[in-house]
């Protein structure tokens, strides 16, 4: 596929006729996309934004004056530059979709019904788009979003938008193994939060338009739970117990199979691999990896506002255990004592045998390896989304001089953590006997 600039960047002079950046168009000014617009703004010597587009023009509005607020007055590239002076506001798709070939980067930050037929529309052009989660609701637009994408019309390049892979903890407890826990057996994900927030047209309370709570939400953690084992979840397995209603309760337009409020998901793994044996130092024994394969549980509550944690990954191996508490932002170690430190297998293990170690997170660029600046402020994913554009534009840049461009997440990842979700919501069906299909 042949990059749409052919010269590298730093090549190109930067005058009043010509501006390398990256241009950039929003397509959804609502909470997210005011978020991404702000992170966009730190990286100004890089990208700028040409187009906002949301049908509510107090959105469209409240995107352009974060664009203003962020403007700084040193940077060359903003004052006085007629090219990023303000950007083209529209309210329709179709609008923005006929300035295709004036955009570089694409964001998608709309109603997660919207993703996919958005997605359909942009991705037959050469262009590259950063997409929220989910990129899909339904099994419908799972399956037409995985057909076409797969097909020969596809020309985007596609990242799908997984902040929680770059919050700091997050980050340091993945860098940690496996040396430090061994052969990885179990993972617990937790999040403790506050019901969801209202959306315009409160479209988030209507599970046909958000492919409900565990596609929704938690498809930031189905991606986790696939990126920290690094195998993919048995789908045929999987049993959920969920709770709907214990929310909004107080007001009078509860849809009449309200969204699901609270959730235990449970999980085997499967590493795929041809090896389907563990080899201990007996040869004579050889063990199924049925009996020893990862295990994972993910716990949600949407009605625990105050808890001491709002998310906690816990990862458990032969070796040891790491636990990653949020917004505390760090992460706890602890190994497992041998048989020289705890001899008398009679009685529960001397407390000095047992190693641990507290990594404190809350330095982002030195947990990520990043030695320039990045925007500082924490967003709502405790930094994250400054990380995610930083390596996002790392790659645009990569792409436009060598035509090479690999997504930290595909679109083939994206579409992996919404099927968890609606297997997961389908697996809930299924208990309640109600003859819902998802």
């Known amino acids: 596929m042949t990059p749409n600039i052919h010269i590298p960047l730093s090549n190109l002079a930067l005058d009043e006729f010509h501006d390398s950046r990256i241009r950039c168009a929003i397509l959804g000014c609502g909470m997210m996309g005011q978020e991404h617009v702000s992170y966009i ?37 903003v004052v006085g530059n007629p090219l990023n002076s303000q950007p083209c506001l529209l309210m329709d798709e179709e609008d923005l979709l006929r300035h295709v070939d004036d955009i570089d980067l694409l964001v998608i930050a709309s109603p997660n019904y919207l993703h996919t037929p958005s997605l359909l529309k942009w991705g037959r052009h050469d262009i590259t788009i950063l997409v929220e989660k989910p990129v899909a609701v339904s099994r419908q637009q799972h399956d037409e979003l995985r057909s076409v994408s797969t097909s020969s019309d596809w020309q985007a390049r596609v ?27 179990m993972i617990t994900i937790r999040e ?23 596609v929704e939400k938690c498809c930031h953690f189905f991606d986790l739970f696939r990126f920290i084992t690094g195998q993919e979840a048995i789908l045929s397995k999987m049993k959920t117990l969920a709770q709907r209603g214990v929310n909004y309760q107080e007001e009078d337009d509860q849809p009449t199979v309200p969204i699901i409020d609270s959730a235990y998901v449970t999980m085997p793994f499967s590493s795929n691999s041809t090896d389907t044996t563990v080899t201990t130092t007996n040869t004579s024994r050889e063990v199924g990896n049925k009996w020893s394969n990862a295990i994972g549980c993910l716990e949600l509550c949407m009605f625990s506002e105050g808890s001491r944690h709002q998310e906690e990954i816990i990862v458990t191996g032969t070796k040891g255990r790491l636990e990653a508490y949020l917004p505390e932002n760090k992460v706890y170690q602890f190994c497992r004592p041998n048989h020289d430190l ?61 035509g090479e461009f690999v997504p930290h997440v595909s679109i083939d990842d994206g579409l992996r953590a919404v099927e968890m979700g609606i297997e997961a919501t389908a697996k809930l069906a299924n208990d309640l006997d109600d003859g819902e299909k998802y």
């Open 41 to 77: 703004m730190g990286y100004s010597s890089k990208i700028q934004i040409n187009y906002l587009c949301d049908p509510f023009e107090p959105s469209l509005e409240k995107a352009r004056k974060i664009m203003t607020e962020c403007r700084s007055s040193e940077d060359p590239l």
């Open 159 to 185: 990242w799908v938008a997984m902040e929680y892979r770059y919050i700091p903890a997050i980050a340091k407890l993945v860098s940690l193994l496996p040396e430090t826990i061994g052969e990885l057996k």
């Open 192 to 214: 403790n939060r506050y019901p969801f927030l209202h959306k315009i047209g409160d479209w988030n309370r209507d599970r046909y338009k958000t492919g409900d709570t565990l």
């Open 342 to 402: 705890w001899s008398d297998r009679s009685i529960p293990p001397p407390s000095n045998s047992i190693h641990h170690q507290v990594y404190d997170c809350s330095n982002v660029r030195e947990i990520h390896s990043i030695e320039s600046e990045i925007p500082k402020h924490q967003g709502y994913h405790y930094s994250s989304t400054a990380i995610e554009w930083y390596h996002l534009l790392k790659e645009v840049q990569r792409y436009k001089h060598t």
